[in-house]
């Protein structure tokens, strides 16, 4: 009988308990035309800007949830100075948030399952584990195997598929608060083999955070989630298993012959030694923030990170913007553009640097030397091997004709006198000097197949024939693993080390200068190379075809990172 009655009393706490917080949650939550502002539940809206536009998704399966159940408490955030800092006005316009909708990859991977069809079902698991982590990871634990996980068809990319919605809300909050921390950082979770517990149920499902003693019961009340401390949320590990990939590659008769280092962003990072984090760079901590709209007297909290996730990807976020509503992105066109600011804003004052070392004029021959530094704590460009940088320099004389002038870029986003754009079996090699006009310095990667001929399929590249994109600081050539090597002619270029390289331009002038010349070097950037777009192109799927009509009316005027310019 006392035991019976202890129970009853312990029960009447806890369902008092349970009052008094959804008396208080009902206190703190807004008026209607409030939620409508803000989004509500389903998180639509700029946070503080009042957009109503777009509609994050609400979707629940057994162990995730849709951004707009977390968007529901984490809009309306500010910092000391009042800027908004909303976790999902940040968030819903980056790449992460449209992994799941950008169309060159859903272009890519048609193109690489019509050219490697018997490799379809491996392609399209490997594939869903960052770009559609919650759906094909829901899908495992509901019991199919790896090899019926489906992107194309009637697979996640169908409006029809029970898991579309999670598949298509991309690398979103209850993926990345869910990892758990062992084995992070190391070869046992790259490919975006993460792993989550999915033996825990709501209203405990855990969602990790960076703070300690975080205030659980309204994020289990509303969430279904439990936040717990964990403080690999903040260290560069947490990134190393989407940004570390391996894909298989096979030969001219499509048997996978090995496996291919296809990007390896966070091991670039290790190896550079640096200590700042990922979340340094690409979260920048907007110091003491009250985390949540509600409740009303929650403390402020620090650091905290904002989620603008930008690397130097505007291309595709500005091509994503314009194609929104095929798409079905749910961001605003101010989102988009408030990204693309602070994309530009990092490639042109955290990137890359351009100095001019040294000119000289003598004898009819003007010879130059530009450094290019490399500020990022990775290779510069870094990721899928579509990407490059390059020196567009030119001199001009004192009535503005000019006398030379290599790496002009194109309406059409090539590069004159770069040989890959001329003819898709060649490329332009490294250069320590530059004496002719036909000659470009590119940083990039080219692939070379099993037969070692350049490649732009993925599931073909076999080995890198260049790599010179430009090495971090801390970053030592001569202990490189293979899988990050600097390779070809800028191995054995003394001056491509660490954090920059040098190289000299001589210029033959035919006549005598009139006046004074002018020297101008630009260090430019492009997302998604000509010949890699080119290359695509070749296949006739639906979704590589409505990605070339997308790519062929974008502006495709590249990135300007540094600039440098002097007169003699």
């Excluded at 035309?33 to 994050?56: C, D, I, K, S, V």
């Excluded at 940083?443 to 790599?467: C, F, H, I, Q, W």
Aim: charge should be negative; glycine fraction near 10%.
């Amino acid at each position: 009988m006392r035991g019976n009655l202890l129970n009853m009393i312990r029960t009447s706490r806890f369902v008092l308990a349970a009052i008094v917080m959804g008396l208080l949650w009902l206190i703190a939550l807004p008026s209607n035309a409030q939620m409508y502002r803000w989004g509500g539940g389903g998180g639509g809206g700029m946070g503080g800007g009042g957009m109503t536009g777009t509609t994050l998704t609400t979707f629940e399966t057994a162990d995730f949830s849709g951004s707009g159940a977390c968007a529901f408490c984490h809009s309306q955030l500010t910092d000391s100075t009042g800027k908004d800092v909303s976790i999902d006005a940040h968030w819903r316009s980056t790449m992460m948030a449209n992994a799941a909708k950008d169309p060159l990859w859903q272009a890519k991977i048609s193109s690489e399952v019509k050219r490697t069809p018997g490799l379809q079902a491996a392609i399209e698991e490997k594939c869903s584990r960052c770009h559609m982590g919650m759906a094909r990871y829901q899908d495992l634990t509901n019991g199919t195997s790896e090899g019926k996980i489906k992107v194309l068809g009637t697979g996640y990319l169908a409006s029809t598929h029970p898991l579309h919605a999670a598949a298509m809300d991309g690398i979103s909050c209850t993926l990345c608060h869910q990892v758990q921390p062992e084995s992070l950082g190391t070869e046992a979770v790259f490919t975006g083999q993460y792993a989550i517990d999915t033996s825990t149920s709501t209203p405990y499902r855990l969602a990790f955070g960076p703070y300690d003693q975080p205030v659980q019961n309204p994020m289990e009340m509303h969430s279904g989630f439990s936040p717990v401390p964990g403080d690999h949320v903040a260290g560069s590990a947490l990134c190393s298993p989407c940004h570390t990939l391996y894909t298989p590659y096979v030969d001219a008769s499509g048997t996978v012959k090995g496996e291919f280092p296809e990007q390896t962003t966070y091991l670039e990072w290790e190896h550079s030694g640096r200590v700042k984090s990922c979340q340094g760079c690409h979260m920048p901590d907007a110091g003491s923030v009250v985390i949540s709209n509600r409740p009303w007297w929650l403390s402020p909290r620090s650091p905290f990170g904002q989620h603008h996730f930008v690397g130097a990807n505007s291309f595709m976020v500005n091509l994503i913007k314009s194609n929104a509503a095929t798409l079905g992105a749910t961001a605003d066109p101010a989102h988009f553009d408030a990204t693309i600011a602070r994309t530009d804003t990092m490639l042109q004052s955290r990137t890359g640097g351009l100095d001019l070392v040294s000119t000289s004029l003598e004898s009819g021959v003007l010879n130059f030397t530009l450094k290019v530094q490399n500020m990022a704590g990775h290779k510069f460009p870094s990721g899928i091997p579509a990407r490059r940088a390059w020196l567009h320099v030119t001199v001009t004389d004192s009535k503005n004709r000019v006398v030379f002038e290599s790496g002009k870029p194109q309406d059409d986003g090539s590069i004159i006198g770069n040989d890959a754009d001329i003819d898709a079996s060649k490329f332009e090699p490294h250069y320590d000097v530059i004496n002719s006009a036909d000659q470009v310095q590119i940083y990039e990667p080219v692939m070379d197949d099993s037969d070692g001929n350049v490649t732009y399929t993925l599931l073909r590249a076999a080995a890198y024939a260049k790599d010179n994109r430009l090495i971090p600081s801390g970053f030592a050539k001569s202990s490189a693993s293979s899988d990050i090597a600097v390779v070809g002619d800028a191995a054995g270029d003394s001056n491509f080390i660490a954090g920059e390289d040098q190289i000299t331009y001589q210029v033959q002038l035919s006549n005598a200068p009139s006046g004074t010349l002018t020297v101008k070097a630009e260090l430019l950037y492009q997302a998604v190379s000509y010949r890699f777009a080119r290359d695509l192109s070749r296949d006739s799927t639906d979704l590589v075809m409505r990605f070339k009509s997308m790519y062929d009316a974008a502006g495709k005027v590249p990135k300007l990172v540094a600039t440098v310019q002097t007169s003699l």
